[in-house]
């Protein structure tokens, strides 16, 4: 029998670096929390089960970036937005492989995910999640 992965941030990156969006879903009232916690807000049980959460959502909301912090100048301008799964949670996440000008509120997004670059020596180190069109 093997043991059920923790419920920490760094477990939920470790799932990102295999491709797989991964919440926790609470075992007495069913909520999901994207990324998981190890209290459920609703209920205050701390039983919780990994679940694969789709992948596709539509965008809420956006901003392009043009004046970044130092980790992201290289990038910038970029967009990033707030993402409405189809199983209704909402994340944060960078907006890439569109042009700026065709980003559009209600667009369909899917996740794409990233490894850390080798040569990178600033935060962040750990595997990214994007989106970018379905």
């Known amino acids: ?3 059920e992965a923790p419920f920490t941030i760094e477990q939920f990156y470790k799932y990102v670096e295999q491709g797989k969006l991964m919440g926790g879903r609470c075992k007495k009232c069913g909520t999901i929390y994207l990324p998981p916690r190890p209290l ?23 901003t392009i970036i043009h004046v970044a912090p130092v980790q992201f100048q290289s990038m910038a301008p970029y967009a990033v937005g707030i993402v409405q799964l189809e199983n209704g949670l909402k994340i944060p996440g960078m907006i890439r492989d569109v042009e700026h000008e065709k980003i559009e509120i209600g667009m369909e997004l899917q996740v794409g995910f990233e490894k850390p670059s080798a040569t990178a020596s600033q935060w962040p180190q750990w595997p990214r999640y994007y989106f970018k069109p379905v």
């Open 40 to 62: 459920c807000t609703k209920c205050f049980s701390k039983d919780f089960e990994w679940v694969e959460i789709s992948p596709k959502g539509k965008l809420l909301t956006y």
């Open 1 to 3: 029998m093997s043991e």
